[in-house]
């Protein structure tokens, strides 16, 4: 994916989102796999993957989205289904597996709580590394990772509130608690050999839990390797060549292309810019970008994930990054807080918000035809 000689800098989304009958009910998504070119099942299995290819611009990325989610409505809709844009099922009991090794291993080691992985359906954002500056760049998206607020999509986990980022709370301090630096937003990195030094002591960490499980060292390694073996909000991928931030739960797609491109700028911002990490309150300016120190992000992560946008002072900061906070309205702001959601309720609700990314990709369609 790098590319030195271009002067934008690449980015491209993956997006999950549920799938539902036509009576809300979670279905196996079947022939939507096939609808369009990027388009994938995920490891449970009324989930959804749609991923677009490396963008130069927004308008590119935007364009691309949009056509792919069209392309996959126009099937879902001779099918009776929908895709629904929630970071949980709201509420439902076990959700089941595809069957993969990768899968049984995962299940073997983090025993009863990886139930909660399987609840979470969210958004990858992938930008171009810099050369010379992927540090920077890495260490910039962990300071940005509090904006994940700003797409919290469901408060609910099998039916009672649990938190503004309900996705965010069951992935980082459920799933893997036990595992807390496999799942965790981790500390800035000084150099890329701290960063494998990083993710080479985490692979031997879950190497150790899987053999203690029963598996060989070969069967884990069929399944895993150093990069693949970390759920970290945010890392650098040798793989694909771009640094990824995989916070932000799946949400409507107008919102999730506006903050690929708020992100994508400052990460381009870096190429001239000194990049400072200092104090509490961090700032992006023209000439400047000062990253708090650590534990005062994580106390804005923290809030974002807890109460969402009701946090004054983590609207504050993320103003101070960049973000135009009241551009958005996410969908965990929406809901009824009040009691406990019945399954009734939630394949009502499952189908409202169907038909609200439907509306939003219409929308949006509509617009590039003006």
Not at 71 to 90: E, F, I, K, Q, S
Request: charged content about 30%.
């Amino acid at each position: 994916m790098l590319n030195p000689d271009s002067p934008r800098i690449r980015r491209s989304i993956e997006v999950e989102y549920w799938v539902v009958d036509d009576e809300g009910r979670l279905v196996e998504p079947g022939p939507l796999v096939a609808a369009a070119p990027g388009v994938e099942r995920e490891f449970v299995q009324p989930v959804l993957e749609i991923k677009t290819t490396p963008c130069e611009t927004t308008q590119e990325l935007r364009a691309e989205l949009f056509d792919r989610i069209d392309r996959v409505l126009d099937v879902a809709d001779d099918h009776d289904m929908g895709l629904v844009p929630l970071a949980t099922p709201l509420n439902a009991d076990e959700i089941a597996d595809r069957p993969s090794e990768r899968t049984r291993i995962q299940q073997e080691i983090i025993g009863s709580d990886f139930e909660y992985v399987r609840h979470c359906a969210g958004t990858h954002i992938h930008v171009e590394q810099i050369p010379g500056r992927a540090i920077d760049q890495l260490n910039t998206l962990v300071a940005l990772d509090p904006a994940l607020a700003l797409a919290n999509s469901s408060r609910r986990f099998r039916g009672r509130l649990l938190a503004d980022g309900a996705r965010s709370k069951l992935y980082r301090w459920m799933a893997y608690d036990g595992l807390a630096h496999q799942g965790r937003l981790w500390r800035y990195i000084e150099s890329r050999e701290d960063w494998n030094r990083r993710l080479e002591r985490r692979y031997e960490e879950f190497e150790r839990a899987a053999l203690a499980a029963g598996y060989d060292r070969q069967t884990f390694a069929s399944s895993f390797d150093p990069e693949s073996a970390v759920w970290t909000p945010v890392q650098l991928r040798a793989e694909f060549g771009t640094v990824e931030w995989r916070s932000l739960d799946t949400a409507l797609p107008s919102s999730v292309v506006s903050l690929a491109d708020t992100v994508a700028r400052t990460v381009e911002h870096l190429r001239d810019t000194e990049v400072r990490i200092e104090g509490e309150t961090g700032r992006i300016t023209d000439s400047q970008v000062v990253l708090p120190e650590f534990n005062h992000v994580l106390t804005h992560v923290n809030a974002a994930i807890r109460d969402g946008l009701a946090d004054e002072s983590l609207c504050g900061y993320l103003e101070r990054m960049g973000f135009d906070v009241a551009a958005y309205d996410p969908i965990s702001r929406q809901g009824d807080d009040r009691g406990v959601l019945t399954e009734a309720q939630a394949r009502q609700q499952r189908l409202e918000f169907a038909e609200r990314l439907e509306r939003d990709v219409m929308e949006a369609q509509s617009v590039r035809a003006d």
